[in-house]
C-alpha cells in the first residue's frame, strides 16, 4: 500500500478494518464479511470521499470469467452475498463500494477505447 502512503490526496487508510454481517448462502449461516481496503481521499476539487475497496480475481468477479470451474463458481455466489451486504452497509454510510479484479490493477499495455 505504498501508493496509498505516498499519495498526498490519501488522508487516511486501513486494511481489513471493516466487518459487515452477512448470511452465507452456500451454508446458511450469519457470518462476516471483512472487504480489503477502507481509503479516504481528497479529490482534484479537494472534496472528501470514502471508498470500501474488495479486491478479486476476474474469475471470481465476473461472471462470464467464472466458467465450470466449481471452487470459481462457488466462489462467486458467496462474493454475490458478501458485496451485497457490503454495499448496503456503505449506503447507510454515505461512501462507495468498489470491487477491482487485477485488469484494474496491473497494466497490459492496450489502451482502452
Given amino acids: 500500500m505504498q501508493f496509498c502512503d505516498h499519495n498526498p490526496s490519501v488522508q487516511q487508510w486501513s486494511s481489513e478494518s471493516v466487518k459487515i454481517p452477512y448470511k452465507d448462502p452456500l451454508t446458511g449461516k450469519n457470518t462476516v464479511y471483512v472487504p480489503d481496503f477502507l481509503i479516504v481521499y481528497l479529490d482534484k476539487n479537494q472534496k472528501k470521499h470514502a471508498?470500501?475497496?474488495e479486491i478479486k480475481p476476474a474469475n471470481q468477479t465476473i461472471?462470464?470469467?467464472v466458467g465450470k470451474n466449481q471452487y470459481n463458481q462457488a466462489q462467486y455466489v458467496k462474493n454475490m452475498?458478501?458485496?451485497a451486504a457490503?454495499?448496503?452497509w456503505c449506503k447507510n454510510q454515505g461512501i462507495k463500494f468498489r470491487i477491482i479484479?487485477?485488469?484494474d490493477i496491473f497494466h497490459t499495455g492496450k489502451k482502452k477505447g
Fill in 86 to 88: 457490503a454495499s448496503n
Fill in 81 to 83: 452475498a458478501k458485496w
Fill in 101 to 103: 479484479n487485477e485488469s
Fill in 63 to 65: 461472471l462470464e470469467k
Fill in 51 to 53: 471508498e470500501l475497496i
